[in-house]
T-cell receptor, first 114, second 115 residues
Framework: KAGVTQTPRYLIKTRGQQVTLSCSPI?????VSWYQQTPGQGLQFLFE???????NKGNFPGRFSGRQFSNSRSEMNVSTLELGDSALYLC?????????????FGPGTRLTVL | QKEVEQDPGPLSVPEGAIVSLNCTYS??????FMWYRQYSRKGPELLMY????GNKEDGRFTAQVDKSSKYISLFIRDSQPSDSATYLC???????????????FGQGTILTVHP
């Protein structure tokens, strides 16, 4: 069974640009969560999507947005990039999300903002 | 104050040692407790999860939860060089509402097991 895949794996952008990251969950998983990982703040929850609906959102500015498609694939977008957005962005999928379900993480996309 | 506190280490032990990793938390509403392992340049992988207070064992790994003290632990017996990684505790509230899909992580402890 294929795991969670994320593309691209590495990305370099400059301040002010925008970026779109993609996540394909494990087949059959309908919940996708996104996290930002930095050395200073650790892993922080961005948002969660289930059946194309955002059900939960963390404490990040509106520059961070996401969406989910009917095949459960998800994208997140960061507009007007800032230096502080440099981080490893991880997505995780789980089966349903109504109760706790094990979250499986992808390898992440490492974003560098210059 | 962070909701979940975890000593970032680093922790260096000889092969074969027993490793103890710990987290404390402040919100008594947390219901599920997990330990993830993250190798360099990889995503976290789930090692263990528990729901109630007590111990849960899986091979060389034992997870311990003490809800009264808001304290969780992971013990690794007979540690191996391949256990060298960052270990993250993660907690979540019960189902629904603001808990959907949200894991609250500790800072992570960097562990090195040297031969």
């Amino acid at each position: 069974k294929a795991g969670v895949t994320q593309t691209p794996r590495y990305l370099i952008k400059t301040r002010g640009q925008q970026v779109t990251l993609s996540c394909s969950p494990i087949s059959g998983h309908r919940s996708v969560s996104w996290y930002q990982q930095t050395p200073g703040q650790g892993l922080q929850f961005l948002f969660e999507y289930f059946s194309e609906t955002q059900r939960n959102k963390g404490n990040f500015p509106g520059r961070f947005s996401g969406r989910q498609f009917s095949n459960s694939r998800s994208e997140m977008n960061v507009s007007t990039l800032e230096l502080g957005d440099s981080a490893l962005y991880l997505c995780a999928s789980s089966k349903q999300g109504a109760h706790y379900n094990e979250q499986f993480f992808g390898p992440g996309t490492r974003l560098t903002v210059l | 104050q962070k909701e979940v506190e975890q000593d970032p280490g680093p922790l260096s032990v000889p092969e074969g040692a027993i490793v103890s990793l710990n987290c404390t938390y402040s919100n008594s509403a947390f219901q599920y407790f997990m330990w993830y392992r993250q190798y360099s340049r990889k995503g976290p992988e789930l090692l263990m999860y528990t729901y109630s207070s007590g111990n849960k064992e899986d091979g060389r790994f034992t997870a311990q939860v003490d809800k009264s003290s808001k304290y969780i632990s992971l013990f690794i017996r007979d540690s191996q060089p391949s256990d060298s990684a960052t270990y993250l505790c993660a907690l979540t509230l019960n189902a629904g509402g603001t808990s959907y899909g949200k894991l609250t992580f500790g800072q992570g402890t960097i562990l090195t097991v040297h031969p």
